[in-house]
């Protein structure tokens, strides 16, 4: 067996770190809560929250229903920020699309517990100066704090103390040079119906091969990405074929396969086996990806960076390369020195 097949090897069998195993089991039902000890529990809480999941367990265990309150202001918060912002799009005449957030969180077994930090919204490119002027002009926003030519999004800081910070995409991701047509994703989009209102999501085809890039390209780190994926496969209808093949499509296998392999290794979540066939990823290369994926879970500090780094980038395919790194470069200079 080669290097890289008993790495491959070692991640399929590793157990994830203690306490994040413990969430996923509590999470699966396979977990009594209420045999833990005291500091036990209070640790699992803890990481539950950090994965973003705490409130999925909130029928478990008063310590878990204790933070459900907050989320749920939160959610209502995100939800206010995010029609307030689809509304002023959509009054001048721009179409667009909620990414991760409210729409996610449709999907989830409690949508109201998901946590939201700041609100991702995909127009068009050639939508991009209408928006950012409807978004100001409307009071939802009051300054452009970054944007450029590379980096994928402008953000915007929200008018009001209680409204979410913006990042107004025209793109999917700085980490991929994708072949996708951000016109046509926003034109088939979906309506989601939410407390009386519609929102406007990604077609579920396009949401889970989205989600799944998301959250390979940031190693997994939180396992509400996977929950997100998990909700798709069990509350939506996904053909999920066509995501395997938009997944290909795009030029993005190898990041959309792993959330997959680990949404259904994690949760169980029913994503079928051909649309993981379907994916044709690169043997070598995926196998490169899951040991490197493997060293993101048992390194911290600068150790840990470097092997995100390195992940990440094992992700593209390697003709891509070259673009990639230059492409993320110049975003990131565009990131450090702000409008």
């Known amino acids: ?44 809480v803890h990481t539950a929250q950090a994965h973003g999941v705490a409130g999925l367990l909130a029928h478990t265990h008063p310590d878990f229903a204790r933070p459900t309150l907050g989320l749920k202001a939160q959610f209502m918060r995100a939800f206010i920020s995010s029609t307030a912002a689809v509304a002023a799009l959509e009054k001048a005449g721009i179409r667009c699309v909620v990414m991760k957030g409210i729409t996610a969180s449709s999907h989830w077994a409690d949508t109201q517990v998901r946590p939201q930090s700041d609100l991702d919204l995909l127009v068009a490119p050639a939508d991009m100066p209408r928006a950012k002027a409807a978004l100001l002009e409307g009071g939802i926003a009051k300054h452009v704090s970054i944007e450029g030519h590379f980096v994928h999004n ?38 989601i119906a939410m407390n ?26 939180r396992l509400a990405w996977l929950v997100d994926l998990d909700g798709y496969a069990r509350r939506s209808t996904v053909d999920w074929l066509d995501a395997a093949r938009r997944a290909v499509a795009w030029g993005c296998p190898l990041a ?44 911290t500090g600068s150790a840990h960076r470097t092997a995100e780094r390195t992940f990440r980038l094992s992700l593209v395919p390697p003709r891509h390369l070259p673009g990639v790194i230059v492409k993320k470069l110049r975003a990131n200079h565009e990131q450090d020195h702000p409008v």
């Open 196 to 221: 009386g209102v519609t929102v406007p999501s990604l077609h579920p085809a396009d949401a889970v091969v989205y989600l799944a890039l998301h959250a390979s390209t940031h190693a997994l780190a």
């Open 154 to 191: 402008a953000s915007l800081k929200p008018a009001s103390p209680a409204g979410l910070y913006i990042e107004l995409h025209y793109a999917l991701t700085s980490h991929h040079l994708l072949n996708v047509d951000i016109a046509a994703l926003v034109a088939q989009r979906e309506m």
């Open 1 to 44: 067996m080669g290097t890289l097949s008993r790495l491959s090897q070692l991640m399929a069998d590793r157990l994830a770190p203690p306490t994040v195993e413990r969430v996923v089991q509590a999470l699966r039902g396979e977990l009594d809560i209420s045999s833990l000890r005291d500091a036990e529990r209070a640790t699992l």
């Open 256 to 299: 959309v396969g792993l959330a997959w392999d680990e949404a259904r290794r994690l949760l169980c979540a029913p994503i079928p086996d051909a649309a993981m066939e379907g994916l044709e990823r690169p043997r070598a290369q995926s196998r490169l990806v899951q040991a490197l994926y493997w060293a993101t879970t048992r390194t």
